[in-house]
């Protein structure tokens, strides 16, 4: 690789456990401190696909299950070449929910497997690492009440945060844990430290493929 690229980092954990505000202020500290960055976010909703997953997210359509994770899938995988120019320009990527969630959220669902789920995103760029923004649902239960979206109930929220433990269990994937109950300042000063040591360490090596 002639220019040193960008790293992939992604932000996971369950409802307002802190991801969107987290993104933001590393996105801007990563800049302002001379790193090219950029923040993306999954579902991302201003596609096609994108716009069939928000209208049933709010409920406006349904879709059967199964077809709904694989439009997730879709939404992933139809940003791909976007996200690759973009790491290879030295660009890093902070992203919002990445196939963690579509994973943890689809299996939460009655006879899901994690591995039917993992399927169709074996393959997709591999996070160069995964913060998981570990809080407590009485916490988060504090942070305010829960939206109307579908998924946004506590009993489905408790699924999905025993989910993503599962996943967690996985050596390829570099997670790490983060304890997202402390300030907004103090998980930011952490996830920060954990970024800038992740970028000098992948800007020399090929971008993984992910669960291969
Ligand atoms: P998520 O993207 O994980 O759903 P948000 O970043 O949208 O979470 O945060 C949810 C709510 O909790 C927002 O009102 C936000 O200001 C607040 N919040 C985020 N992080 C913290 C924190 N560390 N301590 C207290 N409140 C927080
Ligand atoms: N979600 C998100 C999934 O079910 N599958 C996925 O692949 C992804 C990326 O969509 F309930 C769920 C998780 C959450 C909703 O909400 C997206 P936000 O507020 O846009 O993150």
Redesign the pocket.
């Known amino acids: 690789m002639s220019c040193r690229r960008g790293a992939l980092i992604v932000l996971e954990?369950v409802?307002?456990?802190?991801?969107?505000?987290?993104c933001k202020k590393l996105v801007r500290a990563l800049q302002q401190s001379g790193r090219p960055a950029e923040m993306m976010r999954f579902p991302d909703r201003t596609t096609q696909i994108g716009q069939l997953i928000s209208s049933y997210l709010e409920k406006k359509n349904n879709l059967e299950d199964h077809t709904v994770h694989l439009l997730f899938s879709a939404n992933r995988w139809e940003l791909v070449p976007l996200m690759k120019k973009k790491l290879e320009q030295g660009i890093t990527l902070v992203v919002?929910r990445y196939a963690f969630s579509g994973v943890a959220f689809t299996s939460a669902k009655p006879d899901f497997s994690l591995e039917w789920c993992k399927h169709p995103d074996v393959g997709l760029p591999k996070p160069d690492l995964v913060m998981f923004?570990q809080l407590n649902p009485s916490v988060a239960a504090e942070?305010?009440e829960f939206g109307t979206e579908r998924y946004e109930t506590s009993t489905f929220q408790r699924t999905v945060q025993q989910r993503f433990e599962q996943l967690m269990k996985d050596p390829s994937v570099n997670w790490k844990v983060i304890d997202?109950a402390?300030?907004?300042d103090i998980?930011h000063s952490d996830i920060k430290v954990l970024c800038e040591n992740t970028i000098n360490m992948s800007e020399n090596l090929p971008i993984g493929e992910l669960w291969k």
């Open positions: 954990g409802d307002k456990a802190g991801k969107t505000t987290q919002d923004l942070r305010g997202a402390r300030s907004i998980v």
